[in-house]
């Protein structure tokens, strides 16, 4: 199952999970693929083929019930229960991390976060921001399985590494450098703000010449996947 789910598709549940929240919010008791599509950005097609991947299967007629359709995303997404996470670098990322009030309404608990620092750390605050000597036996007394690295790419590695020795099995990176693991069942996902800044910044440029220069009927079309 892993194999045949790649993380465009973890990343469409999740948007199909905050749209059938919307549904429901309105009073909506079903939904169709073509709703979630439309909500979404993909097509009808592309939502049915995504839930088959987990042997969900609606009614052409019927559509789908909300609330069941809710919980079963919730359960694959591991929405079951509170994921403790932990985060190295306490500066401006880690601390806006820290503070993100949305983490705790979708069940993520920062259990502690950790710096070299000693002027960051605060270890009586609600989370505490320890010494990063202290992070492994923290990940290990608490069976931590997630982490954010948002530490500066010289250290990164090292960090990454510590991680995954001491049980990490999920880390979500924002420091920009590609990290290595010899561990295939640790998950790293990369966020890199300056990429995908850049990005936005080529099409936003590409699409005012194109506006500038082409027909009518030959804009570029972006398509939302």
């Given at each position: ?31 169709f693929s ?38 079963t ?12 996470v ?58 931590i ?5 948002a530490?500066?790419?010289i ?53 005012g010449k ?16």
């Amino acid at each position: 199952m892993v194999m045949d789910v790649n993380r465009r598709t973890v990343l469409r549940l999740s948007r199909y999970r905050k749209a059938l929240q919307r549904f429901s919010e309105l009073g909506f008791v079903k939904v169709f693929s073509d709703n979630l599509g439309e909500a979404v950005g993909v097509t009808s097609a592309q939502v049915r083929k995504d839930f088959s991947l987990f042997g969900i299967s609606g009614n052409k007629r019927g559509g789908y019930q909300i609330d069941s359709l809710l919980e079963t995303l919730q359960r694959i997404l591991g929405k079951g229960r509170v994921q403790k996470v932990i985060v190295a670098g306490a500066g401006n990322i880690g601390r806006a991390l820290i503070h993100y009030p949305t983490f705790e309404k979708e069940g993520i608990q920062i259990a502690a976060a950790f710096d070299i620092d000693p002027a960051k750390m605060h270890r009586k605050e609600r989370i505490p921001v320890l010494s990063l000597d202290e992070m492994p036996r923290f990940i290990e007394e608490n069976g931590i399985e997630i982490g954010i690295i948002a530490v500066p790419e010289i250290a990164a590695q090292e960090v990454c590494d510590r991680m995954v020795r001491s049980g990490i099995r999920g880390i979500l990176n924002f420091a920009p450098i590609r990290l290595r693991c010899g561990d295939e069942n640790v998950v790293i996902n990369p966020v890199n703000l300056q990429i995908e800044l850049e990005n936005v910044i080529y099409f936003v440029h590409a699409l005012g010449k194109n506006q500038d220069t082409a027909p009518v009927n030959d804009k570029i079309k972006v398509n939302h996947l």
